[in-house]
C-alpha cells in the first residue's frame, strides 16, 4: 500500500496523458502542454475540481497568437498525486519551477479562474517581475464569505436534501454536464476527460479545505504588481452550483460578487471589470468563450512588451 505523502506514477492512476509531457519538478511528476510561439505565455491556473485540458477550448484559439500553457497542479489532473490542500505559496513556487523546467520564459500572463484566481495572486506577490498581466475568471477572494447570502433553517435543509439527491445519482448528473460542457473537444480527449472528472470529484473538495488559510495569504502577501487586470464576472445561473442551491440564493450571490469583483478591478491602476450576463461560475469559459478570448488579446495588447 502506498504511503499518503509517496509518490504514485501518474500512469498508474490515470494513464498516459492525452497530450503534454510530464516534467521533473521538486521530485515529482507534473503535466504541462504548450502550443503556439511568441510571449508573453498565456498560463491557465484551473479552479479546484478543474485540470489543464479542461481550458482546451480557449488554449487552441490563444495559441494561434502566442505561447499558451495548460498543466495539472501536483494532486490533480495527469501530475503526481501529493497531500492536499496546499498552500498558495507552495502552489505558486510549483508552477515557477514548472514553467522553467519547460523552458516557458518569463513573463506570464496568467489565467486563474476561480481556486486558481488564489494561485495567481499569490505568483504576482512572489514573482512580479514575471508577471506581464493577469486575467481572472470568477476568481475565488478573502472577502467572498462576506457577500454570501443569509440562509434560513429551512433552506439549509433543503440544500442537504439537494445534496442528498446529487449524491445518489452523482455520475449520471455528472456525466450529463461534463458532455455538454466538452462537447467541443476532440473525440480521443473528451471521454478521458469526462471520465476523470467522473473518479475524481473529491479533489475538488479536498483542494478548499483550507481556504481561510489561502485567503490569509493573499491577504498578507503583500501588493500586487502594476500590472493590466481583467475580472470577468459570471452572472448566469450554473448548472453546477444549482445542484445544491437554489437559483434565488445564487442569483442574490451574483449581485454580491458583482460589486467584490469591480472592487478588486479598481484596487490596482490598469484594473477593469467585464460582466458577463449568460456565463456561468464553473462554465465561464465555455459559455462564453469568444469573451474569454477577447479579454487575453486585449490584456497582451495593454502589456509592457
Keep these: 500500500m502506498h504511503q499518503a505523502n509517496e509518490r504514485r506514477p501518474v500512469e498508474a492512476v490515470h494513464g498516459a496523458p492525452p497530450i503534454g509531457h510530464l516534467y521533473d519538478v521538486q521530485g515529482r511528476q507534473l503535466l504541462l502542454h504548450q502550443s503556439g510561439t511568441g510571449g508573453p505565455a498565456v498560463v491557465f491556473a484551473p479552479g479546484a475540481g478543474c485540470i489543464g485540458l479542461d481550458y482546451l477550448n480557449i488554449h487552441d484559439q490563444v495559441s494561434r497568437f502566442t505561447t499558451s500553457v495548460l498543466y495539472d497542479r501536483a494532486g490533480t489532473g495527469w501530475s503526481d498525486q501529493v497531500d492536499l490542500p496546499r498552500s498558495a505559496t507552495d502552489v505558486a513556487d510549483e508552477l515557477r519551477s514548472l514553467l522553467h523546467a519547460a523552458g516557458v520564459p518569463a513573463p506570464y500572463l496568467l489565467v486563474g479562474h476561480s481556486l486558481g484566481g488564489i494561485y495567481t495572486r499569490r505568483y504576482a506577490q512572489r514573482f512580479p517581475d514575471e508577471t506581464a498581466g493577469l486575467l481572472f475568471l470568477e476568481p475565488a477572494h478573502e472577502d467572498f464569505p462576506g457577500i454570501m447570502p443569509k440562509q434560513t433553517l429551512l433552506a439549509k435543509l433543503r440544500q442537504g436534501l439537494a445534496i442528498i439527491r446529487v449524491l445518489l445519482h452523482l455520475k449520471r448528473f455528472y456525466r450529463g454536464l461534463f458532455e455538454r460542457m466538452f462537447a467541443e473537444w ?62 434565488s440564493y445564487v442569483r442574490e450571490m451574483n449581485e454580491g460578487k458583482r460589486v467584490l469583483y469591480a472592487a478588486l478591478a479598481t484596487s490596482v491602476p490598469r484594473g477593469e471589470q467585464r460582466v458577463l450576463e449568460n456565463a456561468g461560475h464553473v462554465t465561464i469559459h465555455t459559455d462564453s468563450p469568444d469573451a474569454v478570448v477577447q479579454a487575453i488579446r486585449d490584456l497582451l495588447d495593454r502589456v509592457d512588451r
Design 186 to 247: 476532440p473525440d480521443s480527449i473528451r471521454e478521458r476527460l469526462i471520465e476523470y472528472h467522473l473518479r475524481s470529484w473529491r479533489m475538488g473538495l479536498r483542494e478548499v479545505k483550507n481556504q481561510s488559510q489561502l485567503y490569509d495569504e493573499v491577504r498578507s502577501g503583500g501588493n500586487m504588481p502594476d500590472v493590466p487586470l481583467l475580472v470577468l464576472t459570471a452572472m448566469g445561473v450554473d448548472q453546477f452550483q444549482t445542484a445544491f442551491m437554489p437559483d
